[in-house]
């Protein structure tokens, strides 16, 4: 069975700083992989896809990796600002499944 | 990216109506919808896939005739939560993914905040 693991649980960074959100999964057959940001009382937004055979995906300032074989991800925010403040979920599809399958997320806060 | 709308955004109810809350892809033809709920500070809960003229799968203690679901077309998903109860308050997300930009890529509506009192 497919688990996924966010670490940490929370993150408190001033403004400015480069920070790394990890993400593992138990199960390497993945078919893709997700980041999502949520808002307090919102739904997800999603950031970043990255396929089972890519190994990277960037986006303005973020940049997600993939490491299939030892089960991680990272999702790197360069110069964080305050409005990058919210929850950060990392979702695996499984290779054979539908369904996606949702760690507990990070909590980020950036300071101004 | 492609957006998907939930309808209504805030819902109160008393106890024993049902509520109905709609999904709709905007700008894509959505081949699988889901439906999930999250309890304060805690992650997605899926309760049901659908795919579009099928049946919906439901996830396992989920009550299928409490949540009743129903994917009419490509762009629109119905979750009807019926007689609700107290602790059917909940924020419930539905997500939508179909072939958008040659991606894979699932999307995620608003939400929708469910009080029963």
């Known amino acids: 069975k497919q688990e996924v693991t966010q670490i940490p649980a929370a993150l408190s960074v001033p403004e400015g700083e480069n920070l790394v959100l990890n993400c593992s999964f138990t199960d390497s057959a993945i078919y893709n992989l997700q980041w999502f940001r949520q808002d307090p009382g919102k739904g997800l937004t999603s950031l970043l896809l990255i396929q089972s055979s890519q190994r990277e995906q960037t986006s303005g300032r973020l940049n997600a990796s993939l490491d299939k074989s030892s089960g991680r991800s990272t999702l790197y925010i360069a110069a964080s600002q305050p409005g990058d403040s919210a929850t950060y979920l990392c979702a695996v599809r499984p290779r054979y499944g539908n369904k996606l399958v949702f760690g507990a997320g990070t909590i980020l806060r950036v300071k101004s | 990216g492609a957006v998907v709308s939930q309808h209504p955004s805030r819902v109160i109810c008393k106890s024993g109506t049902s509520v109905k809350i709609e999904c709709r892809s905007l700008?894509?033809?959505?081949?699988?919808m889901f439906w999930y709920r999250q309890f304060p500070k805690k992650s997605l809960m899926l309760m049901a896939t659908?795919?579009?003229?099928?049946?919906?799968?439901?996830e396992q203690g989920v009550e299928k005739d409490k949540f009743l679901i129903n994917h009419a077309s490509l762009t629109l998903s119905t979750l009807t939560v019926t007689s609700a109860h107290p602790e059917d308050s909940s924020f419930y997300i539905c997500s939508a993914r179909g072939l958008v930009d040659m991606s894979d890529t699932q999307y995620f509506g608003p939400g929708t905040r469910l009080t029963v009192l």
């Open positions: 659908s795919n579009e003229g099928s049946k919906a799968t439901y």
């Open positions: 700008d894509f033809q959505a081949t699988t």
